[in-house]
């Protein structure tokens, strides 16, 4: 079937007209033309001239969202209640049941809206992940060619080999333009992102420019998918050393895994959504997506070389002051600047890193990591974990949050998010801890908890982790450096650290030796391990087979 039959019986697209897997540079032209204006041109100041003929070719795209999108939409992303998956899928309040009958309604309505404006549509087909054994084929429809470019960006193309394309394809159509009404449409407010597992659909209703929309909403169908095949997906980045030995990294949003997996001394299998099966680690996508916010080049070469590449899409950092968003490239754009947002990234496709596992797989971990970014500032900065630590600390899944730059908020905010990626898990965690648990027992690796947050005292008191400190300690524990060092336990919290650490001052590894108010530490950590016992209740972890550890 073409593509557009396929499009007309699936939604029932009549009078639109299609652009059909445009190249980057087709799509980035497109962008800059029509997506209302908003993208900009941009590029390496001394290549600024051959823009008008090779746009985007040479230079990133800048691309600014709405001022209220530029982040998902949490409280808008639903899953169709449909009776079949009612059960099976895990409804909670960042992932809310639709109404079947309300969702069918809206459906309609946004497709009568698209033909009624005879739309123009872009339409790019990629598939979830590499592996031709179990990719998912992904076609985005939407009205924004720099989605449809990001989509390019952040997944593998044209596989071979993969079965039966057609009719395990999931369709994610992106309309912008379209307007929810809650009372009409059942919806939240004036835009809703729905999962559809009865029609394999995605539809974005509304606006949710945010890029990430395009990624994390089918990352979470691939969630919903994979552990029923008894694979293993993870929110979690992966490298591998010179040694073969594969690591990976779980976090929640602003942890560390895009950062700490870039490492020019270890190839790259994926910076946010990877798989584990029997054939080792694979990545679900093409290409990262970084934090551009305080980026510090020499820290970060990377990801600060990613930037000044030909394909790449900058979103939501404004000019330098005294430039304008019209005439600004890469390197004029002030990436200390939080005004449109603290969120702002940068997409690159896995081509333009240096180091890369090729196709985005690897062998099976050797290492383990929890990343946590403690804002209590009581966890260690690096602690030593057995398996069950670890199974008690996947279902946790704690950061904590500082709750806002406003002046005078010093509290952190512990956040408890189930697999480190609660609002993406579309089943119930003990689904993943499972296994989890079996994927442990079959391959032996070392597990570390690893605190990129505060030390020397809370946030507002103490400061954040440096990058250096947090890799030579990551390093160490990757090169099996703290395999059989000496180790004390820490007491309240149930930790076990590492009394020397190579490249690191042995004074920080206990964080009460870091604290002025020794008691004051005491008390804030005994506030975390209440706050980590009420969770480990309140969500009856116990139940399924879980040790409490804390
Ligand atoms: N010690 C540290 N370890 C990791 N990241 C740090 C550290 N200190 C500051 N950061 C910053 O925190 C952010 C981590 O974000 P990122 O790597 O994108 O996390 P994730 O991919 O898990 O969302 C980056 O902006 C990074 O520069
Ligand atoms: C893209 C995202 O992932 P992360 O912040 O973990 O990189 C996101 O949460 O929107
Ligand atoms: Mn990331």
Redesign the pocket.
Known sequence: MTFQADLEKLFGLKNVTYKYNLSKEELFHEAIANDKGRVRRGGPSNEQKAFPTKLGVKGPLVYYTDPDCT??RTKDTFAVKWPEVADEIWFKADLSPYDPTAYEGLLKRVIQHLNDKKASLYVKDVFMGSDEDFAVPYRFVGEYATHAAFVDNMFPKNLEGVKDVDARRWTMINVPSFECVPERDGSRSEAAVIIDARNKICLVAGRAD?C??N??TIFTVGNYLLPKEGRLSM?CSANVGAKNDGAILF?????G??TLSADASRKLIG??EIIWSDNGLCNLEGGC???LINLDKAAEPVIAEAMSKAGCIIENVPPLPGKTMAECHPDELDLNDDSIAE?T?LSYPLEVVPNVMPKGRGPHPQTIVLLTADAYGVLPPISILEPKDVMYHFVSGFTARVAGTEVGVTEPQPTFSACF?G??MAHRPNVYAELLAKKMEQNKARCILLNTGWSGGKYGVGKRMSLKVTRALLNAALNGELDSVETEKLPILNLTIPKSCPNVDSGILNPRNTWADKAEYDVTATKLRDAFRENFQKKGFASFGIEERI
Do not use: C, E, I, Q
Request: hydrophobic share 15%; aromatic share 12%.
């Open positions: 982040g998902r945010y990430g929309v990624k994390k929110h976090g929640l949003s602003g942890t895994k895009t910076d946010d997506y970084a934090k969120n990234r990626g609002p993406f």
